[in-house]
Nanobody, 114 residues
Framework: QVQLQESGPGLVKPSQTLSLACTVS??????????WSWIRQPPGKALEWMGAIVWRGSTYYSPSLKSRTSISMDTSKNQFTLLMSSVTPEDTAVYYC??????WGQGTLVTVSS
């Protein structure tokens, strides 16, 4: 069974870079045709797809976040990571990592505040 677990700081200061990792168990992140995504949900708002990385390493981003978002893979740890630069309080959200649409991590709350 595939399991995903987000990890990273729960508090980030404005203008800094948010960094989250997603550790995957039960499947290799390099399995052909798999893709891995980051999705977030600000308080009281809808889910927002941020971007994805596919098994070969190609990446896709939401146009609204592309300029400050980067997703990468660490195959030695079976992890994929999210970096988001220049964060503001509007980036406060629960961040989820997913495999396709069927498997989700439990989510991690990241608060952007000084």
């Amino acid at each position: 069974q595939v399991q995903l677990q987000e990890s990273g700081p729960g508090l980030v200061k404005p203008s800094q870079t948010l960094s989250l990792a997603c550790t995957v168990s039960g499947a290799s992140i390099t399995t052909p045709n798999y893709y891995w995504s980051w999705i977030r949900q600000p308080p009281g708002k809808a889910l927002e797809w941020m971007g994805a990385i596919v098994w070969r390493g190609s990446t896709y981003y939401s146009p609204s976040l592309k300029s400050r978002t980067s997703i990468s893979m660490d195959t030695s740890k079976n992890q994929f990571t999210l970096l988001m630069s220049s964060v503001t309080p509007e980036d406060t959200a629960v961040y989820y990592c997913t495999k396709g649409v069927g498997y989700w991590g439990q989510g991690t709350l990241v608060t952007v505040s000084s």
